[in-house]
T-cell receptor, first 114, second 116 residues
């Protein structure tokens, strides 16, 4: 069965610093991978997705993620943090064989300091 | 464009009372529909999903049930709430794709339930 592990429940960076949120997945078949963002008291919205095309995926708001099969990782990065990036970020995995089940990680809350 | 509505936004209910959370989708037909529950530090737990009217799959045995009386309506219910039912409930939809694993979920704004 597939699973997702997000390393670090909280990450704090200074405004303008690099953002790195870590995600490792477990899957016996090629997965589809996603990053979603959640602002306080709101639903989740898609940041980016990997669907077996380019391994470096660019998303909204300057975020990108790189699929590394050898490391089973899909880390999310942004070169320069902005105050508006403060939110909770979820990595997720789904499979064609799983049909309609998207499995989410526990989430990483990003704090951005002025 | 497609929109998803979820209500009520917040709800405070006593233990043992019933529950009904409703979700509707506009601008699409025959969507896949989902109910997730979010607990602090535990990510999102898939509770139910539906691929059509009257077709409900349960992921976790619990005190809750779901129904899909119409194509774009998804209801989460309970006959008697428990304290452990407190949480943030999220409805989501996705289109039917030839590669279902590539499904992108679109979420509603959520319903925060507090059981006292």
């Amino acid at each position: 069965a597939q699973s997702v592990t997000q390393l670090g429940s909280h990450v704090s960076v200074s405004e303008g610093a690099l953002v790195l949120l870590r995600c490792n997945y477990s899957s016996s078949v090629p997965p589809y991978l996603f990053w979603y963002v959640q602002y306080p008291n709101q639903g989740l919205q898609l940041l980016l997705k990997y669907t077996s095309a380019a391994t470096l995926v660019k998303g909204i708001n300057g975020f990108e993620a790189e699929f590394k099969k050898s490391e089973t990782s899909f880390h999310l990065t942004k070169p320069s943090a902005h105050m508006s990036d403060a939110a909770e970020y979820f990595c997720a995995v789904s499979l064609n064989t799983g049909g309609f089940k998207t499995i989410f990680g526990a989430g990483t809350r990003l704090f951005v300091k002025a | 464009s497609q929109t998803i509505h979820q209500w009520p936004a917040t709800l405070v209910q006593p233990v043992g009372s019933p529950l009904s959370l409703e979700c509707t989708v506009e601008g699409t037909s025959n969507p896949n529909l989902y109910w997730y529950r979010q607990a602090a530090g535990r990510g999102l737990q898939l509770l139910f999903y539906s691929v059509g009217i009257g077709q409900i799959s349960s992921e976790v045995p619990q005190n809750l049930s779901a129904s899909r009386p119409q194509d774009r309506q998804f209801i989460l219910s309970s006959k008697k709430l428990l304290l452990s039912d407190s949480g943030f409930y999220l409805c989501a939809w996705s289109p039917i794709l030839r590669t279902p694993g590539a499904n992108v979920l679109t979420f509603g704004a959520g319903s925060r339930l507090t059981v006292l």
